[in-house]
């Protein structure tokens, strides 16, 4: 069996020089099942898999994406993720969901999260990087890039839209039915009684998703015949933007609820109202939408969870076929609706003399 110095020295001392055929010779397996083993195949026994790790290990092994890329443009299993702030729990729990289900449909996942004090630009700037790479296949999970945006790609690779709403007829998309979400919580807060409510909409360019949820809020809000204060927000990155004015209604009395179209967003509100004096939810009442927080059962706000691990399996599974059959897929436009998660921060409207003197 070959040395860990012979290895090195045939490779001038680096390990981003060792090459998949010093890996197969030191494991003493051919050099598809080295291969096999970095795709993630369980077709490997588990035996054979650890000799192969150990001797990725020992030589320090480190696989050339790109030339593996560039060899096999048309039927790579190279996957690019282009991925929102993961600081947002819902985008990092798709994260995390996604590579898993790649890992276990056999694709390798490369994903480039742009800045999260950037807007559009940035975004474009990091998908033009996964492209660089030459993935065989691009997920798109952000709330900023728009579908023409991705037009200019689609007859280079599969894309599909991941998370988020997808209209364009060559894009697949798998997402949250924000549709539908927005209209189980604004029949929640109407049910409750209240007949004059804040709605946080921040712009399209800020977020697809979060704007579709709150023009979806208010839209339905106004079928049942409840005023709505629509709070137009435009700071990119910031989730406090239209909070001032929320207070400012509350406090003079006009309205009773409020409805944000994130958990952070909602969240983010409480210290402002209680830095105010506003009681949640006895001076107002106010709504959140994701539920994959963890601990927001303790928070108790009222929202709608996203089904993250359905999505995210679906849009694994999507490429996957994409990938290994192109040119077969009917474009369709998946969507998942979410389940209401009660909270104690929304209750019926008490009589309100906050705003009078």
């Given at each position: 069996?070959?040395?860990?110095?012979?290895?090195?020295?045939?490779?001038?001392?680096?390990?981003?020089?060792?090459?998949?055929?010093d890996v197969a010779q030191l494991a003493q397996v051919s050099r598809a099942t080295v291969s096999r083993v970095l795709m993630g195949h369980v077709t490997v026994s588990p035996n054979t898999q650890e000799k192969v790790h150990r001797a990725l290990r020992e030589l320090g092994y480190v696989p050339n994406m790109i030339a593996s890329g560039l060899a096999?443009?048309?039927?790579?299993?190279?996957?690019?993720?282009?991925?929102?702030?993961?600081?947002?729990?819902?985008?990092g729990l798709l994260h995390s969901e996604v590579q898993n289900q790649a890992s276990r449909a056999g694709l390798q996942l490369i994903t480039v999260i742009p800045s999260s004090k950037q807007g559009a630009e940035d975004e474009l700037a990091a998908l033009r990087r996964l492209l660089g790479l030459r993935v065989g296949g691009l997920m798109v999970s952000?709330?900023?890039?728009?579908?023409?945006?991705?037009?200019?790609?689609?007859?280079?690779?599969?894309?599909?839209?991941?998370?988020?709403?997808?209209?364009?007829?060559?894009?697949?998309?798998?997402?949250?039915?924000?549709?539908?979400?927005?209209?189980?919580?604004?029949?929640?807060?109407?049910?409750?009684?209240?007949?004059?409510?804040?709605?946080?909409?921040?712009?399209?360019?800020?977020?697809?998703?979060?704007?579709?949820?709150?023009?979806?809020?208010?839209?339905?809000?106004?079928?049942?015949?409840?005023?709505?204060?629509?709070?137009?927000?435009?700071?990119?990155?910031?989730?406090?933007?239209?909070?001032?004015?929320?207070?400012?209604?509350?406090?003079?009395?006009?309205?009773?609820?409020?409805?944000?179209?994130?958990?952070?967003?909602?969240?983010?509100?409480?210290?402002?109202?209680?830095?105010?004096?506003?009681?949640?939810?006895?001076?107002?009442?106010?709504?959140?939408?994701?539920?994959?927080?963890?601990?927001?059962?303790?928070?108790?706000?009222?929202?709608?969870?996203?089904?993250?691990?359905?999505?995210?399996?679906?849009?694994?599974?999507?490429?996957?076929?994409?990938?290994?059959?192109?040119?077969?897929?009917?474009?369709?436009?998946?969507?998942?609706?979410?389940?209401?998660?009660?909270?104690?921060?929304?209750?019926?409207?008490?009589?309100?003399?906050?705003?009078?003197?």
């Open positions: 069996m070959t040395g860990r110095g012979q290895a090195k020295g045939r490779s001038g001392g680096s390990p981003l020089g060792v090459r998949m055929d096999a443009r048309s039927s790579s299993d190279l996957v690019g993720l282009l991925l929102r702030d993961p600081r947002n729990p819902a985008y952000t709330g900023v890039v728009k579908a023409h945006d991705l037009e200019p790609f689609l007859d280079s690779v599969p894309v599909v839209s991941v998370g988020r709403m997808e209209d364009h007829p060559g894009i697949y998309g798998v997402s949250y039915d924000e549709d539908t979400n927005a209209a189980i919580l604004a029949d929640r807060v109407a049910s409750e009684g209240h007949r004059s409510v804040a709605v946080i909409v921040p712009s399209f360019a800020i977020s697809t998703a979060e704007n579709r949820r709150g023009l979806a809020m208010a839209a339905h809000l106004r079928g049942r015949g409840v005023s709505v204060y629509q709070i137009d927000t435009a700071i990119f990155g910031s989730v406090v933007d239209g909070c001032k004015d929320i207070v400012r209604l509350a406090l003079e009395g006009r309205v009773t609820a409020a409805m944000f179209p994130s958990d952070i967003r909602a969240i983010s509100f409480l210290p402002l109202a209680q830095e105010e004096g506003l009681r949640i939810p006895e001076d107002l009442s106010i709504t959140g939408c994701d539920g994959v927080l963890p601990g927001s059962d303790q928070i108790g706000i009222a929202t709608v969870k996203i089904p993250v691990h359905e999505v995210a399996a679906r849009g694994t599974a999507v490429m996957a076929e994409l990938l290994r059959n192109p040119g077969t897929a009917t474009i369709k436009h998946e969507r998942f609706a979410g389940v209401f998660v009660p909270g104690r921060s929304l209750g019926p409207p008490r009589a309100n003399t906050l705003g009078m003197t």
